[in-house]
């Protein structure tokens, strides 16, 4: 069956460290992904997109990879701040009907 | 521009109720999708819509109907509501498939 897999826990960490959330998924052959932040009672926003020929990307204190081989994407923020406490979405997008396919997403908490 | 709005914020229905969720854009994207957000889950499709006068099901559509009568609106109706469909439900649209942007939700609740 088709799966795509955020950490189920929230991820607690210190100000000023790298914050690393996975994204895993089975049986898709997305040509991008996207990673998405939601802060409560509001709609997601796109932060990042990368394609399934590109390794990395960079935006800010924000990186992201993707590793087809491993069907695997891990979303990296550097420095972080409490400001950066979220929940944060990964999205394959699929082709056909150019539709999204949500994680459940994984809640950041970063503490000062 | 004011992006994708969404009417109302909140309802309240009785079961066997009907209500629309109201969506419009007004950044002329073709494609418009609705979704369904239960907590702690991922975003459910419901149904969207490449474009005016076509509209397609998503993972969950039993329970919902969609219009696209114009490439601004796309709105979202209930009919017979049942407790199920207590969820919050987002409306997002996209020019070519690639960011899409997302609406403030309505809360709905079906008691």
């Known amino acids: 069956s088709q799966k795509i897999e955020q950490n189920s826990e929230a991820l607690n960490i210190q100000e000023g460290k790298t914050a690393t959330l996975t994204c895993n998924y089975t049986n898709y052959s997305p040509a991008y992904l996207q990673w998405y932040r939601q802060d409560p009672g509001r709609g997601p926003v796109f932060l990042l997109l990368?394609?399934?020929?590109?390794k990395e990307k960079r935006k800010e204190r924000l990186k992201v990879t993707f590793d087809t081989t491993l069907k695997q994407s891990l979303f990296h923020i550097t420095a972080s701040q409490p400001a950066d406490s979220a929940t944060y979405l990964c999205?394959?997008?699929?082709?056909?009907?150019?539709?999204?396919?949500f994680g459940a997403g994984t809640i950041l908490r970063v503490k000062s | 521009n004011a992006g994708v709005t969404q009417t109302p914020k909140f309802r309240i229905l009785k079961i066997g109720q009907s209500m629309t969720l109201q969506c419009t854009q007004d950044?002329?994207?073709?494609?418009m999708y609705w979704y369904r957000q239960d907590p702690g889950m991922g975003l459910k499709l419901i149904y969207y819509s490449v474009g005016a006068g076509i509209t397609d099901k998503g993972e969950v559509p039993n329970g919902y109907n969609v219009s696209r009568s114009t490439t601004e609106d796309f709105p979202l109706r209930l009919e017979l509501a049942a407790p199920s469909q207590t969820s919050v439900y987002f409306c997002?649209?996209?020019?070519?498939?690639?960011?899409?942007?997302f609406g403030p939700g309505t809360r709905l609740t079906v008691l």
């Open positions: 997002a649209s996209t020019s070519q498939g690639f960011e899409q942007f």
């Open positions: 990368i394609r399934e020929n590109e």
């Open positions: 999205a394959l997008f699929l082709e056909y009907g150019n539709k999204l396919v």
């Open positions: 950044m002329n994207h073709n494609y």
